[in-house]
T-cell receptor, first 112, second 112 residues
Framework: SQTIHQWPATLVQPVGSPLSLECTVEGTSNPNLYWYRQAAGRGLQLLFYSVGIGQISSEVPQNLSASRPQDRQFILSSKKLLLSDSGFYLC???????????FGQGTRLTVV | TQLLEQSPQFLSIQEGENLTVYCNSS?????LQWYRQEPGEGPVLLVT?????EVKKLKRLTFQFGDARKDSSLHITAAQPGDTGLYLC????????????FGEGTQLTVNP
């Protein structure tokens, strides 16, 4: 069966510090991968998605970046965090051509 | 610009009442999904609709896809406190490839 792992679950970082969130998928190959950010009680804002190794589509210009160094690994990074980067970050995957997306447990990021 | 508009944004009702949540877009979707999310967790798929005019039922939940595949609705009959959560519609526009976008969500609270 397929599983998705996202870590850490919670993170408190000072303004100006770097960020690295990691997401890995097991049990499937060549998945489409997604990073979303969610404000409290609101919908999901698509940040990045990837259809293959090294292929990243950016949705929102900001100080975040994403990388896919391996087929089932998706990393969200920042060189210098801003207060506005606080939020709930979700990683998701789905099979190419499929409709259902499967989500990780999320990372609660608080920038102080 | 939000591709998927959900209404209402918040809904608080009493146990036993009926409700309908709407998801609208000016774009045509190849498919549309409804997810439910609990606090601190990732969204979980409820249903996928792919054919214009399609109606799907999941116990007390009825999902409908518009004839033109631009809108959808979720109707809950005799709501229960366990239905409380954030309901999200999501989909891929026909011309957008692997991009998966979400609506802003409807926060439903069912009071006992």
């Amino acid at each position: 069966s397929q599983t998705i792992h996202q870590w850490p679950a919670t993170l408190v970082q000072p303004v100006g510090s770097p960020l690295s969130l990691e997401c890995t998928v097991e049990g499937t190959s060549n998945p489409n991968l997604y990073w979303y950010r969610q404000a409290a009680g609101r919908g999901l804002q698509l940040l990045f998605y990837s259809v293959g190794i090294g292929q990243i589509s950016s949705e929102v210009p900001q100080n975040l970046s994403a990388s896919r160094p391996q087929d089932r690994q998706f990393i969200l990074s920042s060189k210098k965090l801003l207060l506005s980067d606080s939020g709930f970050y979700l990683c998701a995957w789905r099979k190419p051509g499929a409709t259902e997306a499967f989500f990780g447990q999320g990372t609660r990021l608080t920038v102080v | 610009t939000q591709l998927l508009e959900q209404s209402p944004q918040f809904l608080s009702i009493q146990e036993g009442e009926n409700l309908t949540v709407y998801c609208n877009s000016s774009s045509v979707f190849s498919s549309l999904q409804w997810y439910r999310q609990e606090p601190g967790e990732g969204p979980v798929l409820l249903v996928t609709v792919v054919t214009g005019g399609e109606v799907k039922k999941l116990k007390r939940l009825t999902f409908q896809f518009g004839d033109a595949r631009k809108d959808s609705s979720l109707h809950i009959t005799a709501a229960q406190p366990g239905d409380t959560g954030l309901y999200l519609c999501a989909g891929g526009i026909e011309t957008s490839g692997s991009r998966l976008t979400f609506g802003e969500g409807t926060q439903l609270t069912v009071n006992p």
